[in-house]
């Protein structure tokens, strides 16, 4: 059977099964089906180094019993009706054993609306010769900006997704999306010293990828951390770019706004409805329906309509982020947040892995940082002594917001003007606190897997010196 | 299987590769999760596929893989990956040498005394229902406490058109416990975990009990401790925490893929890295390591690899394209997390020699300084450049352990920070241990107390 006969049987057969654990004596049951076909090029010390293709189709069951105990079980071994039946019975079987999640629900059916320019034929259409000339071209221009800097890694997939989901309510969902990567991360080495990596890509749905662009950028990042120098500790203003932003940022704000840390009482907004959590022009929203966005897509992965959701308007907290159950559990409206592919440093997650591996939790589609109109050179011009951090390592600590983050790609900054690139050093602080000292926002907003955000400047961050 | 991989050998396209490695896999999980005394997520989990790796004109690599495994998917998957591999050689002027190897014909199986499909699920609930038991002992403070039981059954075979047959079974079971106290604004968490090759025997010596206990604990200890300081200090890494500088910043520059790169040990091969009281080896061949694996996915044994020998710099960790392209001996590295990713040069069990010392005569020697616990996960570049999160840590003052401090991070160039030990404890511990390089991989570490100076990123005074 090819790929999409494989698709079709899959389908029905999912929508026997439900059927069949209905009969069993289950009171709500879901099948989510997941097919998506890869062709990818990973760089390798400035070399096109393997070539790949995967195919991969799954589908998952979750079941839930009269009194709302739920399972779940998912396989990949699709071939046979027989398999598949037994999947779904599994995740029944399981179901009893778990304990009552007394508000778990699924979705109803509900109109969906489509989601723009979440396809491109010409992704499906692109060969491996395509993304390998993408790859060339990466690291033609990466190593174009100086003979000094090399292509250390990089990848260029394109990828087909087509996915569903069906339950026992009526939802009977399907989408087909397409994907274009394209990133490089590169590394100069100067008088024997290297740079750190720095990294530029792009995420887009449509084949437009433009590699000389992403090549000439990570080139020049890494230029611009030739000579760097200690830096003494100090508190100062810091302009987050977005790279930076994305990361430790976003996952602050991930985890106080996710709805199953609201039910538990584990974000520190709960009870904070309303309230300044964020500098007064800070605005952030979850955009399901951004027209081309890397997470946009017509329905959640429960097969909610997708929408836009305003989180802090103006610092202000407007609304927490919801899946079915969540929803369900506060009495609130659904905003269609259940992903499958939810990030995120939990051990079990990430050996189970993502898709129809797994259950769905409630994570942002894309996490839009309203852009403000300042340029960089504008951030930086205003401060008298800070630092500009395009990178940094480290995570955020879950619920107390606590970041102590090792400085990557980041310049110091005196008197209004890039002095030069830092070599070691931390910023320490909690990111909840920084939202409220945030003192001007850019104009460069740019897109990550979950987020488009813009840079941050960020007034009294501690700076751990390196010397 | 073999017979399905097989076909892939005497595939059509076949014949146009300079050789052939297919791979068949069949995994089941299962996960049980109990969060607050309740059994939040019970996942049962099966998984199957084929792939094909090829090298056409000594050039290019080709990598197919599929979920679907009909006896004709193997040799779709071959031509998919002959026909990728010869599409880029077109582009390609560098040519890839293989390293040879013997071609092998085993069948292993990781040894395991209590398999996890003899177990009911209802058994398999009672332990991390007992983990929480343990947990919820320390009372109201407890804001939060999850266990996670997570077991992982893998049968995997390989065959080249080298000649080898290679069948792998294993066992992995583990059990993590993230606890969250409370008390007032104030949050504190804390996490053990547990897990090693084999079946369910792991929780006759380590009952799950005293996991969750040990986590709730510690969780309670940190509401009434203090930030801890920042700056560079000496101090004494737990093997917890010493596991993960030792796999982020000194393991992932030793894959001879991230050292091909540049910086960080680059060419030093032959040359003192590091303090002399530091010997460094992988080996896939430790007993119950969570890394236990006898042959890599292209099918070379592996070895107990040297990798630092007295603090000089002996070998990295190669897949046999990289032992080829340096001329060092092939050491087993090559893993693919499963059937549908290619290998990457990954680590196994990564272990530091143990050295002479007890931990309280690291301790008598250290006028100020902090013994740091638990790990929070982390990070590290090519360049040995790190970042990673503690769970505690303890005040040294005069020579003996005093109050405990809240984590932070720490950070540095591991290079410089191995360069500063003048200590390693007598006792080597395994742990658990796992990566996200590209692809997820599941490994252990068999880690020493060490100590040395590293730079500290807390927000509290000393």
């Known amino acids: ?467 | 299987m073999f017979e399905v991989l097989e076909k892939g050998l005497e595939a059509r396209y076949a014949s146009e590769a300079d050789f052939v490695q297919v791979r068949g896999q069949t995994r089941t999980i299962t996960l049980c999760t109990v969060l607050n005394g309740t059994v939040e997520a019970f996942s049962h989990i099966t998984l199957s596929g084929v792939s094909a790796r090829v090298v056409t004109e000594s050039k290019s690599w080709g990598f197919s893989s599929t979920n679907n495994t009909e006896k004709n998917s193997i040799e779709d998957a071959v031509g998919n990956a002959v026909k990728l591999a010869k599409t880029s050689a077109k582009s390609k002027s560098k040519k890839i040498a293989l390293e040879p190897v013997k071609a092998e014909s085993v069948e292993i199986s990781a040894p395991c005394k209590k398999p996890v499909e003899k177990a009911n699920l209802e058994e398999i609930k009672l332990i991390p229902m007992e983990a929480y038991r343990g947990a919820s002992e320390a009372g109201a403070k407890i804001a939060n406490a999850k266990a996670s039981f997570l077991s992982i059954h893998d049968q995997k075979w390989f065959a080249s058109s080298e000649g080898s047959r290679i069948s792998q079974e294993s066992t992995r079971v583990q059990l993590f416990v993230d606890i969250v106290a409370k008390e007032g604004a104030t949050y504190c968490p804390a996490g053990e975990s547990l897990g090693h090759t084999g079946g369910l025997e792991l929780f006759d010596e380590n009952p799950p009990i005293g996991l969750g206990r040990k986590a709730a604990d510690k969780a309670i200890k940190l509401l009434s401790a203090k930030a801890p300081p920042s700056g560079s200090f000496r101090v004494i890494l737990h093997p917890t925490i010493c596991a993960t500088l030792l796999h982020e910043a000194i393991g992932h520059p030793l894959e001879a893929d991230l050292a091909m790169e540049g910086g960080g040990f680059g060419n030093y091969v032959g040359k003192p890295v590091m303090s002399k009281l530091v010997t460094i080896y992988d080996d896939g061949a430790v007993k119950n390591g969570l890394g236990f694996l006898p042959y890599d996915d292209e099918g070379v044994k592996s070895n107990h690899t040297i990798l630092v020998a007295k603090g000089v710099l002996e070998s990295f960790m190669h897949d046999r394209t990289s032992a080829a392209s340096m001329k060092a001996p092939p050491t087993g590295n090559a893993h693919a997390w499963d059937y549908g990713v290619e290998p990457l040069i990954r680590q196994t069990n990564i272990g530091i020699e143990p050295g002479s010392f007890t931990v309280e005569e690291m301790t008598e020697d250290v006028q100020e300084g902090l013994f740091i616990e638990g790990t929070f996960g982390g990070q590290a570049d090519a360049n040995a450049d790190f970042t990673f999160g503690f769970q505690n840590a303890y005040w040294i003052r005069k020579g003996k352990l005093a109050e405990m401090t809240r984590g932070a991070n720490l950070s540095g160039n591991a290079i410089s920070v191995f360069k500063t030990i003048d200590a390693v404890s007598r006792e080597a511990v395994l742990r658990p241990g796992a990566c996200g390089k590209g692809q997820f991989a599941i490994q252990g570490r068999v880690v020493p107390a060490v100590r040395c100076e590293i730079i500290v990123g807390g927000t509290g005074g000393a």
């Open chain 1, 1 to 467: 059977m090819g790929f999409e006969d494989n698709w079709t049987f899959l389908a029905d057969a999912a929508r026997k099964t439900l059927k069949r654990l209905e009969k069993l004596g289950a009171k709500q049951a879901e099948a989510y089906l997941l097919a998506t076909r890869t062709i990818e090029t990973n760089i390798r010390n400035s070399e096109v180094f393997t070539e790949s293709a995967i195919e991969d189709i799954g589908l998952s069951f979750r079941a839930a019993t009269a009194d709302s105990r739920v399972g779940f079980a998912c396989t990949n071994i699709v071939a046979n009706e027989e398999r598949i039946e037994e999947t779904g019975q599994k995740a029944f079987s399981i179901a009893k054993l778990s304990a009552p999640v007394p508000s778990f629900a699924l979705p109803a059916k509900k109109k969906i609306p489509r989601a723009d320019g979440l396809f491109d034929k010409d992704v499906t259409l692109a060969g491996v010769e395509d993304a390998v000339d993408i790859a060339r071209r990466l690291i033609k221009s990466t190593k174009a900006v100086d003979r000094r800097i090399s292509a250390k890694g990089g990848q260029v997939s394109l990828v087909y997704v087509r996915k569903g989901v069906v339950n026992s309510l009526g939802v009977d969902v399907e989408a087909e999306e397409t994907q274009a990567v394209a990133y490089v991360y590169a590394s100069g080495m100067n008088k024997g010293e290297p740079t750190p990596s720095c990294l530029d890509g792009q995420l887009l749905r449509s084949l437009n990828l433009n590699p000389e662009r992403i090549g000439q950028t990570v080139g020049q990042m890494a230029v611009d951390l030739f000579n760097p120098k200690p830096v003494e500790g100090f508190e100062g203003a810091v302009v987050f770019e977005p790279e930076a932003v994305s990361y430790q940022l976003c996952d602050a704000i991930v985890g106080a706004v996710k709805g199953e840390n609201v039910v538990a009482a584990g974000s520190p907004w709960v009870g904070k409805m309303g309230e300044t959590v964020a500098s007064a022009d800070f605005t952030a929203l979850d955009d399901a329906t951004l027209r081309g966005g890397f997470a946009s897509r017509d329905f959640d992965d429960e097969g909610h309509p997708s929408q836009q959701t305003t989180m802090i308007s103006k610092g202000k907290l407007r609304s927490f982020l919801h899946n079915a159950t969540t929803a369900n559990m506060l009495e609130t409206e659904n905003t269609g947040n259940a992903s499958r592919f939810a990030g995120g440093m939990e051990m079990t997650k990430m050996i189970i892995g993502s898709g129809y591996k797994a259950k769905p939790e409630v994570y942002p589609s894309n996490l839009v940082v309203q852009p403000g109109s300042k340029s960089k050179a504008q951030l930086v011009s205003e401060i008298d002594r800070g630092l500009l951090v395009g990178s940094m390592g480290g995570f955020v600590q879950a619920g107390s917001g606590l970041i102590s983050a090792q400085l990557g790609r980041a310049h110091y900054v005196e008197n209004g003007q890039v002095k030069h690139a830092v070599k070691g050093g931390m910023v320490s602080g909690v990111a909840f606190d920084w939202l409220k000292q945030i003192s001007a926002i850019g104009n460069d907003a740019k897109q990550f897997f979950n987020s488009v955000v813009p840079s941050l400047r960020v007034e009294k961050v501690k700076v751990v010196g390196s010397r």
